[in-house]
């Protein structure tokens, strides 16, 4: 694994995070970029750990992600999973067959004692996938999120709950414990900006910065927070709700008072220029693959 | 678990061994019937423990088996296995998905600290199996062959290289150090006959009576060998090759050298009859699912 400072680091959940490093690599160069990707969505499904952050990033810029679902491979099917629910198995968090493929090459990596930092890099590099993917720890960081129906973890409050349940408070279980994964620190320190993709706050960025090190590594930097909120909407997921509910506007003003003191630069959609004085500019819709370049583009012109 | 004798105990293999014992709990019922199953194929593929033949027998009687094929599961796809291979997983031993879903729970329990056996009783339960399915040891017990390209372990030797190494000589790994699971001396006191299937005796029926305490169980109990020769030919598989390399004649003659001092009778087929003064008699070729009701009754009226 190259060791040389790449321009761009990204910290990124995983959809959001995908479009946007996928939209930097195609404007700057993949070798230009590092993604560093939450772990707090981990999750271990049929005795497979699963990363489903990392997964999306992976399988987006490999070319196999299921752009419509937003989620998983192309073409896939869930025959693994079919039988394995007859035996008792799990089914409330979907993995395709193809997915299992890559699951169980993982899984035995990690079995055998191979930090998921590296068994990442050996999947991306068998995928030629050239941005340099790191997990924000090889240690376990997870994400639970305080509801009604008590606390509960990130996949179950997410893909069993559907998001029902009001989130009232987020909490980051191991990561006081936790270091950076090998090559985090350096790509942070390396890079001329960091981005926070435009991922969920609470549930994709906190949980990077929650682990000892990274937060501070930022301190110095410049550091440019790519807004997950166009004319207060997300453009998937919960987030506008999520906002209100631990006591932010839901809009670009909440989204700088969420990253007051740890960035330095909040970049918004033409749509909410006039919300937020100072905001650098440019569109950041990039739902389509075909349009990522240009996003890309106009991202890194506005940085000035 | 229910642990009734049953009156019949049938020690087995793959095909041969899952195609009589389901003729036989066609003819007699299937709860009259215990399956004591060889492990000695067993391997660990893509991190997940698999035991072909339990998985034979267990799909075979599940109505779950490809009969076309003689393993693995009908409409079955492979796509976990092709990512995986991508990523540098091994591909020389086909997983199919379907397949892959039942591993994935049984590696879990075996992982978890469930015996081998016990997982087995579950999955059978949950595929509505009636037949009683006992691995032959929860102990690893591992089937090396002899060959003049060195000593390999069975499936190197039958799926990777297909049995083309000439087989000089077969060792049991571990069997020495191994116990019967439990139930199965049980099983075998308990019955009335012991019917070896008509599976390979080097590799499916030997691995078995080597586990410490089963040859022994038999000693003063009926013992039946079906004969997996019919006109000096295995219905499939490298048989009647390896008896002329380890020192037998590859017909019913020579089955009944294999098996002098263990088995009280031998059962051929028709075509067989003249060669083996002394057998019991029957017609065995079973391959036709349809076929195996019948096949079971004329077993049962041949014991006399």
């Keep these: 694994m190259s060791i040389q400072p790449r321009p761009y680091a990204v910290l990124c959940g995983g959809l959001g995070g995908s479009r946007f490093v996928d939209?930097?690599?195609?404007?700057?160069g993949p070798e230009q970029v590092t993604a560093i990707v939450n772990v707090g969505d981990d999750v271990e499904i049929l005795g497979l750990h699963v990363s489903p952050d990392l997964d999306t990033v992976l399988y987006t810029l490999a070319?196999?992600?299921?752009?419509?679902?937003?989620?998983?491979?192309?073409?896939?099917t869930t025959n693994a999973l079919e039988l394995a629910g007859r035996l008792g198995g799990e089914t409330w968090f979907t993995l395709g067959d193809r997915d299992i493929g890559l699951h169980l090459v993982r899984a035995r990596m990690l079995r055998e004692g191979v930090p998921l930092s590296e068994a990442t890099g050996r999947l991306a590099e068998l995928l030629e996938v050239a941005v340099r993917l790191l997990p924000a720890s090889d240690d376990p960081v997870r994400t639970f999120l305080t509801t009604p129906a008590g606390e509960l973890d990130f996949q179950t409050w997410f893909v069993r709950n559907r998001y029902a349940d009001e989130v009232t408070g987020v909490r980051y279980d191991g990561a006081e414990r936790a270091g950076p994964a090998p090559g985090v620190p350096e790509a942070i320190a390396g890079a001329e900006v960091v981005f926070f993709a435009p991922s969920n706050p609470f549930v994709s960025i906190h949980p990077i910065l929650a682990v000892p090190g990274i937060r501070e590594a930022l301190a110095e930097k410049r550091v440019v927070a790519v807004s997950p909120l166009v004319a207060g909407q997300a453009v998937?997921?919960?987030?506008?709700?999520?906002?209100?509910?631990?006591g932010f506007e839901p809009d670009v003003r909440g989204l700088a008072a969420v990253y007051d003191g740890i960035a330095t630069d909040i970049l918004v959609d033409p749509v909410d220029a006039g919300k937020?004085?100072?905001a650098l500019v440019a569109p950041i819709v990039m739902v389509a693959p075909e349009s990522r370049a240009e996003v890309g583009r106009g991202v890194v012109e506005a940085l000035g």
Tied chains: 1, 2.
């Design 23 to 28: 939209a930097l690599a195609q404007a700057a």
């Design 63 to 76: 070319g196999l992600l299921d752009e419509e679902r937003g989620w998983g491979i192309r073409d896939e």
């Design 236 to 246: 998937r997921g919960p987030l506008a709700g999520m906002m209100a509910t631990l």
């Design 276 to 278: 937020l004085p100072g």
